[in-house]
T-cell receptor, first 113, second 110 residues
């Protein structure tokens, strides 16, 4: 009963480097999403997916790419890291309708220096 | 647009005190409303939810009522414990875009 698994838990990048944050869920949820959490700003939606092969932009998509080749996995790619992308990143999934509520991963703390 | 405004923290209470964290929202249509809790170093956990007007969500002694006339979803608990210390987020989702408030940090002292 793993739920939503995110890796790595911590990461330090240099400006301009690229990396992929991994997210996997074992609940057969169709909907998955990525959020970033910054102090005093709550969580902001980066990208989301309503099923394999379908992705869409959220509130703050710039600088990030996603793909959804399987139901289980939804990786988030930082193409060229910037200090403004220093944040805590959460992956979430849900079943069925928006009223079902989300299951969150434990987060990835990313620092860009 | 869709947005959530919740009371700023931090909130500090003594054990067994009454808790209210205010949350108001702006939305088109009829969103579902949620409260999530985040303990240190962890992801968000769903605390309670309500999917239509006048519904009351409840869990672990916490309650919130979906008030469409005042566009509010205030979180309440009659007697808080030290273990309730966490950050609480109000959220709404009319569609595939869940919007969160900024979060309210609660500290309960023994």
């Amino acid at each position: 009963n793993a739920g939503v698994t995110q890796t790595p838990k911590f990461q330090v990048l240099k400006t301009g480097q690229s990396m992929t944050l991994q997210c996997a869920q074992d609940m057969n949820h169709e909907y998955m999403s990525w959020y970033r959490q910054d102090p005093g700003m709550g969580l902001r939606l980066i990208h989301y997916s309503v099923g394999a092969g379908i992705t869409d932009q959220g509130e703050v998509p710039n600088g990030y790419n996603v793909s959804r080749s399987t139901t289980e996995d939804f990786p988030l790619r930082l193409l060229s890291a910037a200090p403004s992308q220093t944040s805590v990143y959460f992956c979430a999934s849900r079943a069925g309708t928006p009223g079902d509520g989300y299951t969150f991963g434990s987060g990835t703390r990313l620092t860009v220096v | 647009g869709n947005s959530v405004t919740q009371m700023e923290g931090p909130v500090t209470l003594s054990e067994e005190a009454f808790l209210t964290i205010n949350c108001t929202y702006t939305a088109t249509g009829y969103p579902s409303l949620f409260w999530y809790v985040q303990y240190p170093g962890e992801g968000l956990q769903l605390l309670l939810k309500a999917t239509k007007a006048d519904d009351k969500g409840s869990n672990k002694g916490f309650e919130a009522t979906y008030r469409k006339e005042t566009t509010s979803f205030h979180l309440e608990k009659g007697s808080v414990q030290v273990s309730d210390s966490a950050v609480y987020f109000c959220a709404l989702t009319p569609n595939n875009d869940m919007r969160f408030g900024a979060g309210t940090r609660l500290t309960v002292k023994p």
